[in-house]
């Protein structure tokens, strides 16, 4: 197999014309099979009359490295790896509505229909990221739900700094950004029973080792990746234990003390805090300073005349 | 067929004999063709010497006198009428899923799973009732969804009183109450991506029609309808359209207006103001007083020293 051939070779060089002959099919096949190689996110250098040479195989996402690497009680402890799915969120209900436990744990190498807020389509391509929804069955009130919303983004970004060094933002209410472009994302589904909870799912969507050139054109300037602004791949399967073992942290803090140390930890690591915000909110568009967080979990935004209004849902844009 | 043979006779007493030669069968059969009608609720008096007459026959939900009966815009216009089903509920959340529009009405005879607050069963037999879903897709932040389950109860309330001059009583959140025993209880249910509802579920059940022997024990003696409260069967088409009436015209004020006058309208017909309270909440229990509803839709209870608390779930217990 031409995959068995380059792998042997460990990085060297080896000509089309000798693999051509070891594997006793034409250069066309040789060219293909390398393209079918690229695309599931195998890379190669090409050089005139060197040949071709593997530069880059990927890592792909390893339930027995995942379950070595977790330290916490159960996050994560159940976990269905996909190859590629439509929407992990939409696999994680269904498992919800059966009964699964909290901590339940969807992740796939691919997302076909992966979505963001507001029926936003989410860029989820193959082996490139972190594309994941975890159950939370909280026993907070349905009004306290973005809470968790907060949380969960608080120990995302915890988990990139800790295995990456790489210190993102968080823009209010669920994004990461790395200067000024988002890396990840962020969706809190809930199902509920009047003021009940039934269970939450936490959808997170991770631009881990995507390249500028993975993206399509009209991504490229408002996206980035962790590859992109540490220079190198980083390890998936680290990074989601990682994200597992912070979520929990957080969680069982948060059970036992509530939101205010979550919100301590969110305004000191977001990029909105003491902004200039326009905020589009359904009952209309609000301008003025980010400042704090009100204990529901909304955005407290102070106009000219120094009122404070919560805001609890909208599209937020940060002024210069 | 022996129901044409007495709706021919209309109220007349018919002898077993009498049947048994007409329809050429034995009147063991005809006493067995007898109870199969009265299990689909027709009701029969028997008497010695005289025979069988039909006392009732039922009124089955009928979409024609459905839509006939609607003075409202939208809410009900789409109806999906069932002979029986497991839930209303999952029927219409499906519906919800697949993008049916706002008002989408689901109403089944009989529900064989129907569902209640906190996983309790709901008991729905056939053609006794209304037992239905309503879609609504609320422009509101999540966290003001509990003010949806108070407005369901008042246009419940006030369609009841208006088709059948009975006056129920709300207990917080959303039961219904005639002399204290339970009559309708409600069941919001949503689904929401962070603070942005997708939509909610309102399940409305009523007991209309049943006898006290139509009862398990268990509920005896805390159940009623709106038959043992008149004296007399009410028709359950009428009533389903004023409650779509009356949902859709509160709905539009709360809509224009906000929560307030809907809490006052509430407040107006609670049974729960300013009785002494016993709350078990998720945060433990809660005495005092029933002062009134927050602006959220939670329950303000007032305790010795005067303090307001705001209860957004759980059992209440009313005191003596």
Known sequence: MLLDIFLEQSGQFLSGEEISRRLNISRTAVWKQINKLRSAGYEFEALPRLGYRMTEKPEPLDPAVLSACLTNRSFGHQI?????????????????????????????????????????????????????????????PLHLTQQLTLLTGVAVRRAILKTTGIEAG??????????GKKVCGILLESANEDEFVRYCIAGIGISVNLKEEDYPDELKSIATSLRMASGHNINRNELICSIL?????????????????????????????????????????????????????????????????PVFSGDITLQR
């Open 80 to 140: 269905e790896v996909l190859r590629s799915t439509t929407s992990t969120q939409e696999d994680a209900r269904r498992l919800a509505e059966e009964g699964a436990p909290e901590g339940t744990l969807v992740i796939a190498e691919e997302q076909t229909g992966g979505r963001g807020r507001m029926g936003k389509k989410f860029y989820s391509p193959f082996g490139k990221g972190i594309w994941m929804s975890l159950i939370l069955r909280p026993t907070q």
């Open 170 to 179: 968080i823009k209010w209410p669920n994004d990461l950004l790395i200067d």
């Open 245 to 309: 073992n912070e979520i929990e942290s957080l969680y069982g803090l948060y059970n036992e003390q509530g939101f205010e140390p979550i919100a301590s930890l969110w305004e000191a690591s977001s990029v909105t805090m003491n902004r200039e915000v326009c905020v589009q909110s359904p009952r209309g568009v609000i301008n003025g300073t980010a400042a704090g967080l009100h204990p529901s979990g909304a955005l407290l935004v102070r106009n000219e005349d120094g009122e404070l209004t």
